[in-house]
């Protein structure tokens, strides 16, 4: 059953009479609604009157309505205000620009601006390369999106994609000190997005794709590779197919098993599952399927785009036919990126022994963790409220610090291979069933991940 977390969490200002039985009976009120009281405080109080906040995590805008009705019902209990804390946290947007110098007095402002700017300005006029050197080049990354695949939102839009970006940038700088900035492109245009990126580029040493739908992605992103000289990053490719590859090489350690000798199968042949299969084939597995709304992917199957078809020619040796669940019987791994609620404990029964499942789809995931764990000796999700979330700030933020640190120009495999193999390491000794990722908020991820990505890209660069 889902839990009350955080993400729906309201602060609730009720007119309480000065009774002794006053915080029990809202905490009791509370409970019986099904909310999770985490905060009480007194505003206010006087001999006929208090002032109270309650702060109650809710499962969701309608238990939120729930709860408070349920407040509303006690004698002499008046609900004065609610206030969404998820919204107030996005009031004004999260980001902010703040100036690195000083700008006292007329000196100042000669330095920083006019006239002294204008000898910098003629030196990268001179020599380009001194913008990484002397601008915020150095250190800035464009989040770019059209809006057109966010989160489990859908196509929503580039105005209503900002939160996210914005929540993106300000994890840039919280975990690897990056300087990001959203660039929500009103355009669904392949050629716009395109051009538009290019254009914009000479401000950024990076460029992290977000939430463009596939297979329009593809196309954006290898031509973007081929037309700029800094790293192009999807996110959702990429940065998925990292924690992916981390996650599972320290689940195959608490199983005991080779990933060579593993059937995997990979629900979802959109843009994260297409770059989890790209990522994994060269560690050679027995064999990966592929599987998405259609059944699983072959070559026989019609009106295939580029995509599919190069994973049709990849994967599935044996040229299986068939659905996600004919594909699961007898495999090792299951990796989902796909829809919810596509598997039942009887399912992941039909699994190999000490299988391995990753129910990656978000909010709800392909099966309920609780179930998965009936057969399967590792689970993981991408959620925050079970063990083992497997969340791409795992990656992203140290994989830009270490390409801005290596001044690299573009990302490759190997890159990517080493940021995974950084994020496993990060685990050590403290790996079991229910620990095969550190936590998001361990300060030692990102710059082991950067200090990974730099050499690596260093050694390309040689």
């Known amino acids: 059953m889902p839990v009350p977390g955080p993400g729906y969490s309201i602060t609730v200002r009720l007119d309480v009479p000065p009774s002794v039985s006053a915080a029990g009976d809202l905490t009791t009120v509370v409970g019986r609604a099904g909310g999770v009281l985490t905060a009480f405080d007194i505003v206010d109080s006087k001999a006929d009157a208090m002032v109270i906040d309650i702060t109650v995590n809710v499962l969701s805008a309608g238990h939120a309505e729930d709860v408070t009705a349920a407040l509303n019902t006690l004698p002499d209990v008046h609900v004065r205000k609610v206030s969404d804390r998820t919204f107030l946290v996005h009031l004004g947007g999260k980001l902010e620009v703040a100036p690195k110098v000083s ?6 402002l000669s330095r920083a601006y006019t006239p002294g700017v204008a000898r910098v300005c003629m030196a990268i006029a001179k020599n380009p390369e001194d913008a990484r050197r002397l601008t915020i080049k150095r250190n800035t990354v464009a989040v770019v999106t059209d809006g057109s695949a966010v989160l489990g939102l859908g196509n929503i839009g580039p105005a209503a994609a900002l939160p996210v970006m914005e929540g993106k940038a300000a994890l840039f700088k919280k975990f690897a000190d990056v300087d990001a900035w ?22 950024y040493a990076g460029i992290n794709l977000e939430d463009i739908a596939a297979p329009r992605c593809f196309e954006i992103e290898a031509r973007l590779r081929q037309l700029l000289d800094i790293p192009v990053f999807h996110d959702d490719q990429h940065g998925t197919a990292i924690c992916v590859s981390a996650a599972l090489r320290n689940a195959l350690r608490v199983v005991g098993k080779e990933v060579a000798d593993c059937k995997i199968v990979v629900s979802g042949a959109g843009a994260a599952g297409s770059a989890i299969i790209r990522l994994l084939l060269p560690q050679k597995p027995a064999d990966i399927i592929a599987a998405d709304i259609e059944g699983i992917v072959h070559p026989g199957r019609e009106t295939m785009d580029d995509n599919l078809r190069w994973l049709a020619e990849h994967t ?14 007898g495999a090792d791994v299951f990796i989902g990126v796909s829809a919810p609620n596509l598997l039942t404990a009887e399912h992941i029964a039909t699994m190999s022994n000490d299988a391995i499942v990753f129910a990656l789809a978000n909010p709800d995931p392909e099966i309920d963790p609780v179930e998965a764990h009936k057969h399967a000796a590792v689970v993981a999700t991408g959620r925050s409220d079970y063990p083992n979330q497997i969340n ?3 990656a992203f933020p140290g994989v830009f610090r270490g390409l801005l640190d290596a001044h690299a120009t573009d990302i490759d495999e ?8 950084a994020i496993a ?15 998001v908020f361990d300060t030692a991820v990102a710059p082991a ?7 690596a890209a260093r050694a390309h660069a040689s």
Not at 426 to 439: E, H, K, Q, T, Y
Request: glycine fraction near 2%; charged fraction near 25%; hydrophobic fraction near 45%.
């Open 103 to 108: 700008l006292r007095n007329r000196d100042d």
């Open 182 to 203: 959203p660039v929500c492109l009103d355009t669904q245009d392949t050629e716009e997005i395109i051009r538009t990126v290019q254009l914009l580029a000479p401000v």
């Open 316 to 329: 599935n040796k044996t040229r299986m036919t068939g659905s996600l669940q004919d594909a699961i019987a």
């Open 392 to 394: 791409n700030v795992l």
């Open 414 to 421: 190997a890159m990517m291979l080493a940021a995974a193999d």
């Open 425 to 439: 390491d990060v685990v050590g000794d403290r790996l079991n069933a229910s620990f095969i990722v550190p936590s």
């Open 449 to 455: 991940v950067a200090e990974a990505v730099k050499e």
